[in-house]
């Protein structure tokens, strides 16, 4: 069982870009898929997560801004973010609670994806 993520690269201030994450292996449900991430001298911080069901939970920064969605079909989570700042620019990382072969959920990480903002 893995995530994969992907998306990441280079954009100016106020641009755009989408990440995904493909949760692949024996994979029985899904609770939540979700990103984090990670800026240089910062602590790892919840950007947006939806669960299986359709809630959703942004962190206060990017609302408005950036979208979480999710095509359950192909286990995979999205991350629309629009109006970009140079304070958005970390690795993003994305998360799971799945339930797996050994019959427990279990939390997985992705590889992270860098995501930088230039000014």
């Known amino acids: 069982v893995q995530l994969q993520a992907s998306g990441g690269g280079l954009v100016q201030t106020g641009g755009s870009l989408r990440l995904s994450c493909v949760a692949s292996g024996s994979i029985f449900s899904i609770k939540y898929m979700g990103w984090y991430r990670q800026a240089p001298g910062k602590q790892r911080e919840l950007v947006a997560i939806?669960?299986?069901?359709?809630?959703?939970n942004y962190t206060d920064s990017v609302k408005g801004r950036f979208t979480i969605s999710r095509d359950n079909a192909k286990n995979t989570v999205y991350l629309q973010m629009n109006s970009l700042k140079p304070e958005d620019t970390a690795v993003y990382y994305c998360n799971a609670e799945l339930y797996i072969a050994t019959m427990t959920w279990t939390n997985y990480w992705g590889q992270g994806t860098l995501v930088t903002v230039s000014s």
């Open positions: 939806k669960t299986t069901g359709g809630s959703t």
